[in-house]
């Protein structure tokens, strides 16, 4: 069981049409069916959400196997406590391929003595948390807990790039790539450990000239990284 996720993730803006969105995110979820309950936290590109075609900071959330689902403080799920960093941030500071690398720092953990599920921005800037009464599955522990990216678009319609737009073309693409690093997971004690290697699973779509991951595993002055991402296109929706 796990109760928490920390890492950084490198901030792009990937070109998405109006009812596309393309989001990079890390989620804790627990149980099963109608029943699991999910918390995600990442950014997002999405015109029809924002309004805009910028790079925001975002939270989802799920009690019924998203069946129904809630972004950002659209609901109750989610309330904000930070006066000075709103869940729906823009982000400006966008990584340049082949140059500048920007990262956004978040974790989610679950309060040992609360059991509410908080999120934080650079370690220790808490932006909100999840009540404990709205996700119950979740008040032991998760038992699943995930990095990568997400892209939605309509039916018949190019699916959104990912990432940056390119899929990873090795291990050590970094500045070519989508990734996150310095990844995370938090024990029974609040304390942040690396990630058990025998644990990981990748899922990617099964056209790989669509989407991509590398599990680039432990790197030095990294910690333990993933890179992913892809162009989208005409053949990659559903």
Known sequence: MHYGVKSLISVHNPSVELYQASMSEMWVQNGWGDQLNGLQAGWIVSPELNEDNHTRLFVLSTRDGYNTSCFTTLCNHFVQTSGTYPVD???????????????????IYRDNVT?????????????????KELFPQLNDGALYVAWGGLVTSPPNHPSAPMGNGRRPVDPLSFKRAAYFRDLHVVDASSAYKDPDEKEFQVYTDDRSYCYGMVNAGYVQTMGHTILYGGPGGNDCGP
């Open 115 to 131: 059991s509410n599920w908080w999120l934080l921005a650079k370690g220790t800037e808490k932006i909100g948390y999840w009540p």
């Open 89 to 107: 941030s823009e982000l400006t500071q966008i990584s340049i391929y082949e140059g500048d690398e920007y990262t956004l720092e978040l974790s």
